[in-house]
């Protein structure tokens, strides 16, 4: 089958969460360490969360900053491979953090909506919730640096 530049950026429903998340877990070893899954993969994103425990504690008992910003990453990169057959050289170029107010120590949940999807980049929103909770406690802006055909 012959794939159009757009059908490169076209959503791909043939990307289950778990597909999606092995891809992540197969090129980053790193990932293995990070105790998260990615739950969905949705029309505009795609959903993930993080497990928490003692070891993503910071003094206060609060979740720290890094555990949040690399749950953002992750479900962004999530949100980009389940668009992009090619999406695995996608790179981090801007990530913009913004703390709500401090998470009581228990699993998060990471929502991601592409706001916009070009041909060179993808602009992605990410709201952090509490599991259970309805308020947010971070709100992440992010911008991926999208691989050229070659």
């Not at 959903?47 to 070891?55: E, G, L, P």
């Given at each position: 089958m012959n794939r159009t530049p757009a059908d490169r950026l076209a959503p791909r429903p043939d990307r289950p969460a778990r597909r999606v998340e092995r891809i992540i877990r197969e090129g980053l070893p790193e990932a293995a360490d990070a105790d998260f899954t990615v739950e969905q993969i949705t029309a505009d994103g795609a959903?993930?969360?993080?497990?928490?425990?003692?070891?993503s504690l910071r003094p206060g008992g609060t979740v720290s900053g890094p555990v949040m910003m690399t749950l953002a990453d992750a479900v962004m990169y999530a949100a980009v491979l389940a668009r992009m057959e090619d999406g695995r050289m996608a790179v981090t170029?801007?990530?913009?953090?913004?703390?709500?107010?401090?998470?009581p120590p228990a699993d998060l949940i990471a929502r991601a909506e592409?706001?916009?999807?070009?041909?060179?980049?993808?602009?992605?929103?990410?709201?952090?919730?509490v599991d259970g909770d309805p308020d947010p406690v971070a709100l992440v802006v992010g911008t991926y640096a999208l691989p050229q055909p070659g």
């Open positions: 959903i993930a969360r993080r497990r928490i425990d003692a070891r170029s801007e990530l913009s953090i913004r703390f709500l107010r401090r998470p592409i706001v916009r999807f070009g041909r060179r980049q993808a602009v992605i929103e990410v709201r952090i919730f």
